[in-house]
């Protein structure tokens, strides 16, 4: 993975015919991360107004020591589109960057998510809900991650805010086994909360059913 790729598929997304640009791009005191901010442009062409919607990190790796990540946080809340005003969570921006950093990061690459952001996460987290089963582990989820840990509690003033780790798998018998975990953690969620629950655990347990069903195994 490399920085280029990352900027090059930012820079790709069209969002109603406003694109994403990538500005403030630096070195690090690690020589293989880069720091960088990702902002929306009122035009294809990045002319005019940029609204700032995230930082991001990105750690190209080191081998054969360490494997290339990267981190998203202090994301917007809310972002202005013309005289609109949009939710980052659940927006199409949102999918689309996902997407994007799922090409690019490869077999057992991480991205690390600040997830201040999103009122449900956060709020499905604090409650136990296993990462997948929630909103944002999901789209994950779908995107090849099959690896999950919140970092809900930052040990120094280096790490930031709680972020959710997603890992893709090594291989396919790494895929195999990471499945039948989160399987085996989602059937013990759905016991538990068996008979009645808030919305977001009534979501959460809808996702887990379907990501059972989708694995192969009963919910």
Known sequence: MRVKDIISLLE???IDNRALVVEGVRRTSIREAVALQVALAETTNREGKHTRLFSMLVFEGREPYYRAWVEIFSISRVVEIGLETMSFAGSVIEEAVLDALARVLGPGERLFIEYLYDDETM??????????ATRLG??????????FKDWYFPEGFMEGGPKLQAEKPLDSSHASR???????????FIRH????????????????ETILLELGFQP
């Open 138 to 147: 999901y789209m994950l989820f779908r995107r090849g991650f099959l690896w």
């Open 178 to 188: 990471l499945r039948e975990e989160i399987a085996r953690e989602l059937q013990g």
């Open 193 to 208: 909360w068996d008979g009645g629950a808030d919305d977001i655990i009534r979501r959460a347990l809808k996702r887990a």
């Open 12 to 14: 790709s997304i069209k």
């Open 123 to 132: 709020r499905a987290l604090e409650l136990g809900v296993p990462a997948p």
